[in-house]
């Protein structure tokens, strides 16, 4: 309610479309009696019937394009509640602790032995190489990955439900490549959940890496893994608002160069803090040639969607 009673005046339209989800259709299901109670059944009926649907689909691996596949793709149900704060000992370079975040790397990577202007061509990033070699020179010297695991906002005791995050280079199903979005530190100083974006930035995470040096060299990043990520930059709204008034949702938008190319970096892996989901933003009119494999790529507006996880929501609000 916090969020639907100041937008009534802006999205009439769609209160009263979910009006009409709640409260008419349900209502007309009934026999005209005792109506709120009728209806909490029917809406209890519906969700007894989804969480039916989606148990069924968690077996029947052969449906791809199911509910729970969809859900798959954010939610990584299979792993449960693993704790990965207590990392195995024997996979000492797969399991990252940063804060109240543990970053579990997948124990083999897609593309093995590769030079990395092969990684750029085949990833489509022209500006890997100049990325990469600017965060070498800048540092001192001191896999895609798949899972994130944090601990609860309110209870740093209780273990979280992990979550997938997706570097996938092109391929059949995914045209132009499936990425997905992150939070990273950018001041040591502030300390997630309990800063919230204050230090940290939204990414879209594009490729995990680890180098490899030729035999005989001393490699100084043997125990670090890299990433390439391209900028979100989070869009000032009226009256020195951060969030979008409608929604009450952060809008993002690519940061991109001078030249108009999308702006990428690299940066270390343990800088990772949790996964985000982002919404894609439209205009006015939707174009019907989008889906759900190109829009990410193609569209430069999106929101940060703080609704599809409890303790994300406290965090950003």
């Known amino acids: 309610m916090q969020s639907v009673a100041p937008s009534i005046k ?24 005792n109506y709120e109670s009728q209806i909490c059944q029917y809406l209890d009926h519906l969700e007894n019937q989804r969480e039916m649907l989606l148990a069924y689909c968690n077996t029947q691996e052969d449906i791809v394009d199911s509910p729970a596949a969809v859900l798959d793709e954010i939610w990584t149900a299979q792993w449960g ?33 590769i030079p990395i202007y ?65 939070i990273l530190n ?35 990043f043997t125990n670090c893994f890299l990433m390439y990520a391209q900028w979100f930059n989070i869009v000032p709204q009226a009256n020195g608002s951060v969030v979008e008034h409608t929604t009450g949702l952060h809008l993002l938008k690519r940061a991109t160069c001078t030249s108009g190319s999308v702006l990428g970096e690299v940066f270390p892996l343990d800088q990772v803090r949790s996964y985000a989901h982002i919404v894609p933003h439209f205009d006015h009119i939707a174009d019907n040639w989008f889906t759900t494999s190109n829009s990410i790529h193609f569209l430069q507006s999106f929101f940060l969607n703080k609704y599809f996880n409890k303790d994300f929501f406290y965090t950003i609000s």
């Open 118 to 182: 092969c990684v750029a061509q085949i990833f489509n990033h022209p500006d890997l190489c100049g990325a990469l070699g600017d965060y070498l020179n800048h540092e001192d010297v001191h896999l895609p990955f798949k899972d994130l695991h944090q601990k609860s906002y309110h209870d740093p005791s209780s273990v979280l439900t992990t979550f997938s995050v997706h570097t996938h280079p092109p391929n059949n199903k995914w045209k132009y490549g499936h990425y997905d979005a992150a």
């Open 186 to 220: 950018v001041d040591q100083e502030a300390e997630w959940p309990l800063s919230g974006l204050q230090g940290h930035a939204v990414i879209h995470v594009h490729l995990i890496m680890h180098s490899i040096s030729p035999r005989g060299t001393v490699n100084p």
């Open 81 to 113: 509640r693993t704790n990965f704060f207590n990392p195995n000992p024997t996979l000492p370079f797969l399991t990252f602790i940063a804060g109240l975040t543990v970053i579990h790397l997948n124990s083999s990577p897609s593309l093995h032995h």
């Open 10 to 33: 802006h999205i009439a339209d769609t209160t009263e479309h979910a009006h009409i989800k709640v409260v008419k259709d349900p209502a007309s299901a009934t026999n005209n009696h």
